[in-house]
């Protein structure tokens, strides 16, 4: 069972990236997968989430209007398009599994079951 995130890097403000998030050795049909990020010195912070039969999306304030989360359960990944990044944004990105749907009012502190590596993005000038 595993979790790979991948498509970090280094961007510059107002550049864009895609990270991906492939699962293996689970059917990715059956949960809702979390983007997370954790700057040095922070706290981990949920950023955006997509729930597993509705496809409920849900983020976090800061990235409303510049992230876009996606699933293509046939690739079994689970995409975040980043647009407009800023120095803010900064950090380490994870992307975690939980069973069954993820809910706007809890998702961010939910149980995952499953955790990715992380990948690493760096926005600078």
């Known amino acids: 069972?595993?979790?790979?995130a991948s498509g970090g890097g280094l961007v510059q403000p107002g550049g864009s990236l895609r990270l991906s998030c492939v699962a293996s050795?689970?059917?990715l049909d059956y949960y809702g997968v979390g983007w997370f990020r954790q700057a040095?010195?922070?706290?981990?912070e949920g950023v955006s989430c997509i729930s597993s039969s509705d496809r409920s999306t849900y983020y976090t304030d800061s990235v409303?209007?510049?992230?876009?989360?996606?699933?293509?359960?046939?690739?079994?990944t689970v995409y975040l398009q980043m647009?407009?990044?800023k120095p803010e944004d900064t950090a380490v990105y994870y992307c975690a599994a939980r069973w069954?749907?993820?809910?706007?009012?809890?998702?961010?502190?939910?149980?995952?079951?499953?955790?990715?590596?992380g990948t690493q993005v760096?926005?600078?000038?």
């Open 100 to 117: 069954g749907n993820l809910y706007g009012s809890s998702w961010q502190t939910v149980h995952y079951d499953y955790w990715g590596q």
């Open 64 to 76: 409303k209007g510049r992230f876009t989360i996606s699933r293509d359960n046939a690739k079994r």
């Open 83 to 85: 647009n407009s990044l």
């Open 122 to 125: 760096t926005v600078s000038s």
């Open 25 to 27: 050795g689970f059917v």
């Open 1 to 4: 069972v595993q979790l790979q």
């Open 40 to 44: 040095p010195g922070k706290e981990r």
